[in-house]
T-cell receptor, first 115, second 117 residues
Framework: SAVISQKPSRDICQRGTSLTIQCQVD?????MFWYRQQPGQSLTLIAT?????????ESGFVIDKFPISRPNLTFSTLTVSNMSPEDSSIYLC????????????FGPGTRLTVT | KNEVEQSPQNLTAQEGEFITINCSYS?????LHWLQQHPGGGIVSLFM???GKKKHGRLIATINIQEKHSSLHITASHPRDSAVYIC???????????????????FGKGTLLTVNP
């Protein structure tokens, strides 16, 4: 299995500021995913991060708002830029691991509140 | 219509009861995942299925590929089982829109389970 940690676990931020969320995996993985879960909603994929290439963003998400770094096979960051209250969500890092069809593992999440 | 439908949306049980949560999907899939989310927000992967049945402790997951249906069963339920249970599928064909990932899971809306002592 793959064990994922995220920092911070929660934060309260002011409108207009930015927050960077870190995701660390205890194993080398090719694909890392960033999800958002708005209050009362299911998970929505923000982007897929492959090491050594630009992240692939889903419809409705753009790099200027959610820049992602993937410097190596065990680490990624997601920045939520110029935050507004609508960005208040749980942000989850996830990885595929093992052989096809891949197991999916999730981090503990970062609970973000924007005031 | 959501590609993944779960039922029930909410479920309240007494400790010790046998619980079933259902998941139906409308697309061809390579795998189905059952996930558990506790109030803190973190998600635990319970099962990944591509056929048949899996058991882990008091949890059993089954899938019928022909009927596009999966069930999660909890035997001898306990208050610590209280959580949101989420079904997610990995479609075999994901339309490539400009940008976008071919790897995305499609999630159900979740079933909130409350087990009372």
């Amino acid at each position: 299995s793959a064990v994922i940690s995220q920092k911070p676990s929660r934060d309260i931020c002011q409108r207009g500021t930015s927050l960077t969320i870190q995701c660390q995996v205890d194993s080398q993985v090719t694909m890392m995913f960033w999800y958002r879960q708005q209050p009362g909603q299911s998970l929505t994929l923000i982007a897929t991060a492959n090491q050594g290439s630009e992240a692939t963003y889903e419809s409705g998400f753009v790099i200027d708002k959610f820049p992602i770094s993937r410097p190596n096979l065990t680490f990624s960051t997601l920045t939520v830029s110029n935050m507004s209250p609508e960005d208040s969500s749980i942000y989850l890092c996830s990885v595929e691991y093992g052989a096809r069809p891949y197991e999916q593992y999730f981090g503990p999440g970062t609970r973000l509140t924007v005031t | 219509k959501n590609e993944v439908e779960q039922s029930p949306q909410n479920l309240t049980a007494q400790e010790g009861e046998f619980i079933t949560i259902n998941c139906s999907y409308s697309v061809g899939i390579s795998a189905l995942h059952w996930l558990q989310q506790h109030p803190g927000g973190g998600i635990v992967s319970l099962f990944m299925l591509s056929s048949g049945k899996k058991k882990h402790g008091r949890l059993i997951a089954t899938i019928n590929i022909q009927e596009k249906h999966s069930s999660l069963h909890i035997t001898a339920s306990h208050p610590r089982d209280s959580a949101v249970y989420i079904c997610a599928v990995r479609p075999t064909r994901v339309p490539r829109i400009s940008g976008g990932s071919n790897y995305k899971l499609t999630f159900g809306k979740g079933t909130l389970l409350t087990v009372n002592p």
